[in-house]
C-alpha cells in the first residue's frame, strides 16, 4: 500500500505520543492510540502477551515505580502493507528514575480507522548485548532454533524471522524449478523473498509435523524430516512434505537446505 506524505507524519505522530502520554501518566488516554483488540506482547521481558488498552494501563500501574521516567522513541522506519495497514519499526530509550537506561526496539504493524491510525500490534524486544548478540541464557542449538524458526513461519512474523538467520545466511532450494531461485544470498535477500511469498495470503502453515530429526557429525547441523500442515486458497487443508538441513552458529541460521516438493508447493499457492 503506497502511503501519502500525511500518513506517515500522522503514524509517526501515533508511535511518539505513546511515549509522552506514558510518561505523564495519562494511561486513561492511551486507547485513543490503540485498536480496541490490540495486543501489545512483552513477553521477552516475561509479562507475555497484553491484550486490550485497559490490559496494558493495568500492568502500567502494577509496575508503579519501576516504570521508566522518560520513554524516548528514535529511528522510526514505516512500511506500508497490502492489507492497508503499515509496519512501523522504531527504537526505544528507557531512561529510570536511577538515572539508569535501557534500549528495545519496537516492532509495530499499525491500522487507519475511522479516527486515525491506530496501533493494533506492538512486539516490545530488550537489547541487551551488541551487534545483535545474547545474553538471555536461551538454548541456542539447533532444535531450539528450529522450534523458533517454525512459529515465526507460523504467525508469519518478518521480525521473528529475519532475527533467526545471520546476516550472511544462505537459503537454498536443491529442487527448485524455472523461474524459482535455487539460492537465496544473505539476511536481507532471504527475507524480501518470504515477504513476497506471505503476500496476499494465499496459503497459511498451521502447524510443523515431525516425522524425524537426524543428528550428524557437526553439532551445529542437523537433518530434519517434516510435513508443513496448513490451509490454502486453491487447496484448502494440505499438508506440504520436505527436508530440511539446517545449520546454526551463535543462535542463528548460517544455512538452510530446503528440499521442498515443488509441485506440491506451486499446486498450494495455487501456481
Known amino acids: 500500500m503506497a502511503l501519502s506524505e500525511q500518513d506517515r507524519i500522522d503514524i509517526t505522530d501515533l508511535i511518539n505520543q ?14 485513543e492510540l490503540f485498536t480496541p483488540d490490540v495486543t501489545y506482547d512483552v513477553s521477552d521481558f516475561g509479562f507475555g502477551a497484553l491484550h486490550g488498552a485497559q490490559a496494558i494501563r493495568a500492568a502500567a ?13 528514535t529511528n522510526i522506519v514505516i512500511t506500508g502493507l497490502d492489507d492497508g495497514s503499515a509496519r512501523v519499526r522504531s527504537k526505544g530509550i528507557g531512561v529510570l528514575a536511577d538515572g539508569t537506561s535501557g534500549s528495545v526496539t519496537y516492532d509495530d504493524v499499525v491500522t487507519r480507522r475511522p479516527d486515525g491510525w491506530k496501533i493494533s500490534h506492538r512486539k516490545v524486544l530488550a537489547r541487551r548485548t551488541p551487534l545483535g548478540g545474547r545474553d538471555d541464557g536461551r538454548d541456542d542449538g539447533p532444535r531450539a532454533v528450529l522450534d523458533r524458526w517454525r512459529a515465526a513461519v507460523v504467525s508469519q512474523s518478518i521480525e521473528e524471522l529475519a532475527d533467526l538467520y545471520a546476516p550472511d545466511a544462505v537459503h537454498e532450494f536443491p529442487f527448485t524449478r524455472p523461474g524459482l531461485p535455487a539460492r537465496l544470498e544473505g539476511r ?13 495470503g494465499a496459503f497459511k502453515y498451521d502447524r510443523y509435523r515431525t516425522l524425524a530429526i ?14 508443513a500442515l496448513g490451509t490454502s486458497a486453491a487447496t484448502g487443508e494440505f499438508a506440504l512434505p ?22 506440491a508447493a506451486m499446486a498450494v499457492i495455487g501456481s
Open 18 to 31: 505513546h511515549g509522552h502520554r506514558t510518561d505523564a501518566g495519562e494511561l486513561d488516554e492511551l486507547c
Open 61 to 73: 500501574l502494577t509496575l508503579g515505580e519501576a516504570n521508566p521516567v522518560g520513554h524516548h522513541v
Open 188 to 200: 536481507d535477500e532471504i527475507m524480501a523473498w518470504v515477504a513476497q511469498g506471505w503476500q496476499g
Open 214 to 227: 537426524h543428528d550428524t557429525a557437526d553439532p551445529h547441523t542437523i537433518v530434519v524430516e517434516q510435513d
Open 242 to 263: 520436505n527436508i530440511v538441513v539446517l545449520t546454526v552458529r551463535d543462535g542463528r541460521i548460517v544455512r538452510l537446505r530446503d528440499y521442498v516438493n515443488i509441485l
